[in-house]
Nanobody
Framework: QVLLVESGGGVVQAGGSLTLSCSAS????????WGWYRQAPGKVRELVAT???????NYAAAVKGRFTIARDNAKREVYLQMNSLKPEDTAQYFC??????????????WGQGTQVTVSS
């Protein structure tokens, strides 16, 4: 059974930084694309960053230049460094492998996520 465990969230002032971590008990971790998603209250979950098997990274326009995604295949972990945080970044953050034909969906059961709250 795949288990995704996110951590590192918290409350931070606007302009601050946080680093999120995701531990994934996935045997084929190194073969997967990994992504970070977020879901704000009353909004749909959105994909904000992905890192491919060759470490190629892609970002949503809203976070590009402020967030950095990274992976450690040996540890089976994914990270999201978030800088220059804004109140609109407030959301529950999740990691998963995006579905190939619909990246709004994750391949595995969602973890609990980690809450990020940015105060103005």
């Amino acid at each position: 059974q795949v288990l995704l465990v996110e951590s590192g969230g918290g409350v931070v002032q606007a302009g601050g930084s946080l680093t999120l971590s995701c531990s994934a008990s996935v045997s084929r971790f190194s073969r997967n694309v990994w992504g970070w998603y977020r879901q704000a209250p009353g909004k749909v979950r959105e994909l904000v960053a992905t890192v491919a098997t060759d470490n190629d990274q892609n970002y949503a326009a809203a976070v590009k230049g402020r967030f950095t995604i990274a992976r450690d295949n040996a540890k089976r972990e994914v990270y999201l460094q978030m800088n220059s945080l804004k109140p609109e970044d407030t959301a529950q953050y999740f990691c998963n492998t995006p579905e190939y034909h619909d990246d709004s969906r994750g391949r595995y059961a969602w973890g609990q996520g980690t809450q990020v709250t940015v105060s103005s």
